[in-house]
């Protein structure tokens, strides 16, 4: 009954009927989590990407906000709906994931395997087709992420988002590297299900070079061709399209008593699944609890693009930072400025959690949600926050504190900005990838995403009126 095509109804209309069919928030919830489903992945620019902005802008509007749109546009890389296409000794080999930006071939290449120790060293490869054997380890998490009860530190996941943001990093050809294109080949450290269609590793610049990631009984063909010195054909079809557009978009609802203060709540609107992102359910959560009771100091409501294409859209930090560079007058509190007194950035709401076991060989969910990770940068926040997050599981509320060196997801920027922050940024192991393993909407428990929703409700209508000098100052970020 939900799915109605949006480009083709007033908008106005279509929210209002979403209204009157919602018998409650979570009907509308729910409608939006299988809306999203049905646009498939929103990858930056892409056409789902831009239906998404459009669907949050009209809902916006319909609340009667002005909405305020950021114009961007960046060089998209195009990739075939068909995608990549490996073959050994005229054996078809089965490809897990393209890597994001890497490059695409122009047509199938056919030229030696060669087995290299890491991408850095390709520049010994010429004209080949490295292949690099890549491992998803366990990593410690209380290394990056800090507590504020030491008592509730974090253990060590082996998420690959992880795994190829530190280990598959290219060096493009400007830096020496003359490989015609690479194959990481994934060894038993992760499922095949696990590694299928994880849109990874995802800052980095675009290389120019076509890669790929295979797995399992894939990545053994690989590797064991490559040791015998035999070819391979492969094919990344692709192209860069130049000036691609993408929007931010954000809103304002003026305060009744404290205008010039604000407070920014914040998401990023492009994601592979369900999950990544899902954060404008909650901020739109939020404008309605404003607009149907007026806050006390001025709310910006502020939909980044980019979060999967950072390097395009920021020269530094998360996408986020685009928006505070552009618009500091909206909150860095100099002379005609506004000043944000506190922030809030919603992100990957009611996540379910998988795990990976090796020894079955099998990729599954454990029946739990994803331990939260909640972000207090204050302890001022953290105390707020301990007292108004409600039900999370594990039994125990963990908030995390940044480290000088890092704060995962786009609560960063501001914390680079010294803006008291709570923020949601939970990383299950699917995060980033493309879902192709069934029920996609089951990756959301609607229950923790409602849950998380009303956490998130009180946390805004306490901070709205805390006193402006009652929040605590961040400390240093060097990453934001
Ligand atoms: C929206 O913008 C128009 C034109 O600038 C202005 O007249 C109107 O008051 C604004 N509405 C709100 C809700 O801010
Ligand atoms: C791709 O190949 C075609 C035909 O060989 C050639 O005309 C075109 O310039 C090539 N494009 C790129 C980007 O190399
Ligand atoms: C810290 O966490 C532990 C384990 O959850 C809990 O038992 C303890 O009460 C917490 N300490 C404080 C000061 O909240
Ligand atoms: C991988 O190869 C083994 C041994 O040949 C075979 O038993 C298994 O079914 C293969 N796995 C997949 C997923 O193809």
Redesign the pocket.
């Known amino acids: 009954m939900y799915y109605l095509d949006i480009r083709s109804t007033n908008p106005l209309a279509l929210v209002s009927l979403i209204f009157a069919m919602a018998a409650s928030c979570e009907d509308l919830y729910a409608s939006e989590i299988a809306y999203l489903e049905r646009l498939g992945p929103r990858y930056t620019g892409n056409t789902a990407h831009n239906q998404l902005i459009d669907h949050i802008e009209y809902q916006l509007e319909a609340l009667?906000?002005?909405v305020t749109t950021d114009h961007y546009s960046f060089d998209y890389l195009n990739m075939d709906k068909e995608g990549p296409k490996l073959t050994v000794d005229g054996q078809s080999i089965a490809i897990s994931s393209t890597y994001p930006y890497s490059g695409f071939t122009n047509g199938t290449i056919t030229a030696k395997l060669v087995p290299l120790i890491s991408a850095t060293l390709s520049p010994f490869a010429e004209g080949s087709i490295g292949v690099v054997q890549l491992s998803n380890p366990e990593l410690s998490q209380s290394i990056l992420i800090d507590t504020w009860n030491k008592s509730q530190s974090w253990g060590s996941t082996a998420n690959p988002v992880a795994a190829t943001s530190l280990n598959a990093k290219i060096p493009g050809a400007k830096a020496g590297n003359k490989v015609d294109a690479l194959v990481f080949a994934w060894d038993e450290s992760i499922t095949d299900q696990n590694a299928l269609g994880q849109y990874v590793p995802f800052t980095f610049d675009y290389i120019g070079i076509p890669a790929i990631f295979v797995s399992g009984n894939s990545s053994k063909i690989i590797v064991d061709a490559a040791m015998k010195g035999r070819s391979a054909s492969l094919n990344v079809p692709g192209g860069l399209k130049p000036g691609t557009p993408s929007r931010t978009l954000w809103a304002?609802v003026?305060g009744t008593t404290c205008r010039e203060e604000t407070i920014i709540i914040v998401t990023h609107t492009d994601g592979p699944n369900v999950v990544e992102e899902n954060g404008y359910i909650a901020a739109l959560q939020l404008a309605r609890d404003v607009v149907s009771a007026k806050p006390s100091r001025t709310h910006v409501f502020v939909f980044v693009t980019g979060h999967l294409r950072i390097p395009a859209f920021t020269s530094h930090g998360q996408a986020t930072s685009r928006w505070l560079d552009d618009h500091p007058e909206m909150w860095d509190g100099k002379p005609h400025h506004r000043k944000t007194v506190a922030s809030l950035a919603l992100e990957h709401f009611g996540a379910i959690q998988y795990t990976d076991d090796l020894k079955a060989d099998r990729y599954q969910p454990t029946g739990r949600v994803e331990p939260e990770l909640l972000y207090a940068n204050t302890e001022e926040l953290f105390e707020v926050t301990e007292a108004l997050w409600l039900g999370a599981d594990p039994s125990y509320t963990r908030i995390s504190k940044p480290s000088l060196f890092l704060q995962f997801g786009e609560g960063a920027p501001l914390t680079a900005q010294r803006i008291p922050n709570v923020a949601l940024v939970t990383t299950p192991l699917y995060l980033l990838a493309e879902w192709r393993l069934g029920n996609e909407v089951a990756l959301v428990d609607m229950g923790a995403l409602r849950r998380q929703i009303q956490s998130f409700q009180r946390l805004r209508t306490k901070i709205d009126g805390m006193e402006s000098a009652s929040f605590g100052v961040p400390g240093p970020l060097l990453s934001g």
């Open positions: 009667g906000l002005n304002v003026e």
